[in-house]
């Protein structure tokens, strides 16, 4: 059985054999942060992914000093090495993961299996949380070359580049205009971008969230035509699921020319003057 690309996952069995290791840092991003309140990792830092992660005046990422001076408040410096874990299937912790790469820090790495794991595996958890002395974080110059914008994805349609779309069957149809129970944050249009190969990103976890042999992970995206030396773009309705493909495809199977287009269709479906594509 072929091994990861890359060394980047960790079982929950080593995360708590290190909860006590000084040189990482134990990091929680949920969709839902209360979460947090009610139990985490012992150690863990918690972050909000709306109120920390994004830029409060316009929807994108904080710009490096900001990104830096959040990491450093929080006791979080270049030095240490990064853990992330979160609710629904790490979503939003491999979108972390994503933004850490994005701002070049390399020290960083995903627990195989998000808090639901942990927890129902009974291991140690708590409600107190860490206060870190305040250090310094520098994150540097942001790394274009995981991160697709829509002129991009634009200039893309028709080329060699796989579109890779990461939301459900029914969001990639038409039939729903965004995932189930979020229909309040839709875009104006259902349907998906031209060309757009449909890969839920659920088909690339098990029932416990870990993920998938790499073997089975390479079989997967084979069959849809996303190929070894082709750009791809991943994209879902705001960023997060499509990171947890960019992961998979980046970070687990090695594709070099992998990007994350996080305006995915909350941008592009509300967009004038660009083509969509329905099923239905």
Not at 79 to 85: A, G, N, P, S
Request: aromatic share 10%; glycine share 8%; net charge negative.
């Amino acid at each position: 059985m072929a091994e990861y690309a890359k060394a980047v996952l960790v079982e929950t069995q080593w995360v708590q054999e290190h909860l006590n290791d000084d040189s990482i840092r134990i990091v929680e991003v949920d969709e839902n942060p209360a979460l947090y309140r009610e139990a985490h990792i012992p150690g863990a830092i918690g972050f909000d992914w709306q109120r920390d992660l994004q830029d409060q005046t316009k929807r994108d990422f904080l710009g490096p000093k900001e990104f830096g001076e959040l990491f450093g408040s929080r006791g979080v410096s270049n030095d240490h090495t990064i853990v992330l874990y979160g609710d629904r299937n790490n979503w939003f912790a491999a979108y972390t993961y994503w933004y850490l790469k994005y701002y070049g820090h390399d020290k960083v790495l995903l627990m195989n299996g998000p808090r639901e794991k942990w927890i129902e595996e009974g291991r140690p958890t708590t409600k107190d949380e860490p206060q870190h002395e305040a250090v310094t974080f520098e994150a540097r110059e942001p790394d274009h070359t995981i991160r697709a914008r829509r002129e991009e994805v634009l200039d893309r349609l028709g080329s060699d580049t796989r579109l890779v779309d990461v939301r459900s069957p029914q969001e990639y149809s038409g039939e729903l205009i965004s995932m189930a129970g979020y229909e309040q944050e839709g875009a104006q249009r259902a349907g998906h971008i031209p060309g757009a190969a449909s890969v839920p990103w659920a088909q690339a976890v098990r029932e416990d969230g870990t993920f998938k042999s790499a073997d089975e992970l390479r079989e997967l995206y084979k069959s849809k035509g996303v190929a070894d030396g082709k750009e791809v773009i991943a994209y879902c309705r705001i960023g997060e699921r499509s990171a947890h493909t960019w992961f998979v495809l980046h970070e687990l199977l090695g594709h070099d020319a992998v990007k994350n287009y996080d305006g995915s269709w909350t941008e592009w479906g509300n967009l004038v003057d660009v083509p969509i594509e329905k099923d239905v």
